[in-house]
Nanobody, 122 residues
Framework: HVQLVESGGGSVQEGGSLRLSCAAV??????MGWFRQVPGREREGVAV????????YYADSVKGRFTISQDNSEKTVYLQINSLKPEDTAMYYC??????????????????WGQGTQVTVS
């Protein structure tokens, strides 16, 4: 059973940057990523990384601004968010999975979730 501990959210001005962190406690997952959700809307995948080959996947809306990376030794993934826009305001959730399921950015492909960290851009 994987537990996920997130940190790094906050309030920033438009154009600013944030780095979110997510540490996996327990077995090492094969796949970790970040999703975000605003009230009344579906949770959407924004970035995923595969631990075995370090392949990364991004939602079109964040390509070029978001970067996901991992630290294998700490079983931690990071999401660097640059050029923040008001529409990036959301609760950001870390997700993990033991296997690799497709679609890779689908909420349904993940069993393990963090508690969420709020990002607010004004």
């Amino acid at each position: 059973h994987v537990q996920l501990v997130e940190s790094g959210g906050g309030s920033v001005q438009e154009g600013g940057s944030l780095r979110l962190s997510c540490a996996a406690v327990g077995p090492t997952p094969n796949c970790m990523g970040w999703f975000r959700q605003v009230p009344g809307r579906e949770r959407e995948g924004v970035a995923v990384i595969l631990f075995n080959d370090q392949n990364t996947y991004y939602a079109d809306s964040v390509k070029g601004r978001f970067t996901i990376s991992q630290d294998n030794s700490e079983k931690t993934v990071y999401l660097q968010i640059n050029s923040l826009k008001p529409e990036d305001t959301a609760m950001y959730y870390c997700a993990a999975e033991n296997g690799i399921s497709w679609p890779i950015l689908s909420r349904a492909s993940y069993h393990y979730w963090g508690q969420g960290t709020q990002v607010t851009v004004s």
